[in-house]
């Protein structure tokens, strides 16, 4: 079942390559420093994976719809550079979009249980 929230989330892994997490981690806080005042931006975390030392994965929240997402800030010239520095930090990037159903103990979504 799916609720019409008109909010997308992004969960991403990052792959990285060995001893350029740091320079990594470095690329995308400046990223996200950057589309942090976009106005359908919601929220981000960023976290290391305990058991994957080499692995960051991030976590946002936008409004809007997937299609709206790629359509509006995949452009953004930020993230040209961005995805330009990719090849030399990261082995692999696993997308997926969510859409939130249910949300307890925080109100970063827009759905209510």
Same mark, same amino acid.
């Given at each position: 079942?799916?609720?019409?929230?008109?909010?997308?989330i992004l969960n991403i892994r990052?792959?990285?390559?060995?001893?350029?997490?740091?320079?990594?981690?470095?690329?995308?806080?400046?990223?996200? !420093?950057?589309?942090? !005042?976009?106005?359908?931006?919601?929220?981000?975390?960023?976290?290391?994976? /305990?058991?994957?030392?080499?692995?960051?994965?991030?976590?946002?929240?936008?409004?809007?719809?997937?299609?709206?997402?790629?359509?509006?800030? /995949?452009?953004?010239?930020?993230?040209?550079?961005?995805?330009?520095?990719?090849?030399?930090?990261?082995?692999?990037?696993?997308?997926?979009? /969510?859409?939130?159903?249910?949300?307890?103990?925080?109100?970063?979504?827009?759905?209510?249980?």
């Amino acid at each position: 079942m799916s609720a019409n929230t008109n909010q997308i989330i992004l969960n991403i892994r990052f792959k990285v390559k060995p001893g350029k997490k740091e320079s990594f981690r470095d690329s995308l806080f400046s990223m996200i !420093n950057n589309f942090r !005042n976009e106005p359908t931006f919601v929220n981000a975390i960023v976290s290391d994976d /305990l058991d994957n030392p080499n692995d960051l994965v991030i976590y946002e929240i936008w409004q809007g719809t997937r299609e709206s997402w790629i359509q509006e800030e /995949l452009p953004k010239p930020y993230r040209s550079e961005y995805e330009g520095a990719l090849t030399s930090l990261i082995d692999d990037r696993i997308i997926s979009w /969510l859409e939130p159903v249910g949300e307890w103990g925080s109100k970063l979504t827009s759905v209510t249980r």
